[in-house]
């Protein structure tokens, strides 16, 4: 069966990114959710998607000084308990705070590890560095590559393969049939983003894929009959 992943929650009926979004989505009846964590001044794994927090780098400020609504990573992964759960590891040189050390990859696997299997967890990122970073940390946790729509995804398919990787998650315009077969075979997932159109996950459920990472969580669900 294909799942269905909350992207950032349930946007629809919370603050993307917060307890609110998570306990909606498992409301909402979706299988998981993804989300996105970046680290603190103070060495605070965190859940927001931007660099940025009203105009200052996430990573200058220190954990006292965000909004209540701005939940750890710890605090995220007891919310979704029970739920699959993909954090998305946000460390790229383009943005503000990068840490070429890949501290957040690394606190973020070491973290997982601590807590245990109380969510099945997949840590992802578009950085083959950070993803590689978050494995050496952890080899017992699972790590998926982003890949977007233009990449040679049976290339990357085969790169993560050779890296250890376990999970391949591109972007949805870019999932065949052929590349979830060539996948499946060398045991890979593959998770698709992000799609909100019904008809589009049913294609991608027709094709084999083992999530979909989607805004509409009811729609997807009913595109699945579910």
């Not at 996105?36 to 780098?57: N, S």
């Not at 998650?169 to 996948?183: D, G, K, S």
């Not at 698709?192 to 989607?214: C, F, K, N, Q, S």
Request: charged residues 20%; aromatic residues 4%.
């Amino acid at each position: 069966m294909t799942a269905v992943w909350a992207h950032r929650g349930s946007t629809e009926r919370a603050r993307e990114n917060t307890l609110a979004s998570f306990r909606a989505a498992r409301e909402c009846g979706a299988d998981g959710v993804e989300l996105d964590v970046r680290t603190t001044a103070d060495g605070v794994l965190v859940v927001h998607h931007d660099p940025l927090l009203d105009g200052r780098p996430l990573a200058g400020l220190d954990a006292a000084d965000l909004p209540a609504w701005l939940p750890t990573l710890e605090a995220a992964l007891g919310e979704c308990s029970g739920l699959a759960v993909d954090i998305e590891v946000k460390n790229l040189p383009t943005e503000a705070g990068y840490d070429p050390d890949e501290r957040t990859a690394v606190a973020t696997a070491e973290l997982v590890t601590r807590l245990g299997p109380a969510s099945p967890v997949v840590i992802s990122a578009f950085s083959m560095t950070t993803l590689d970073a978050a494995r050496a940390a952890a080899p017992l946790v699972a790590t998926g590559w982003l890949t977007l729509a233009a990449f040679d995804q049976l290339e990357a398919l085969h790169l993560a393969v050779a890296r250890g990787h376990r999970a391949l998650h591109p972007r949805h315009e870019a999932v065949t049939p052929e590349l979830v077969a060539a996948a499946h075979d060398l045991g890979v997932a593959v998770n698709a983003w992000t799609v909100d159109d019904p008809a589009r996950v049913r294609e991608l459920a027709a094709a084999g894929v083992d999530a979909v990472i989607t805004n509409a969580v009811g729609p997807a669900l009913a595109g699945l009959g579910r």
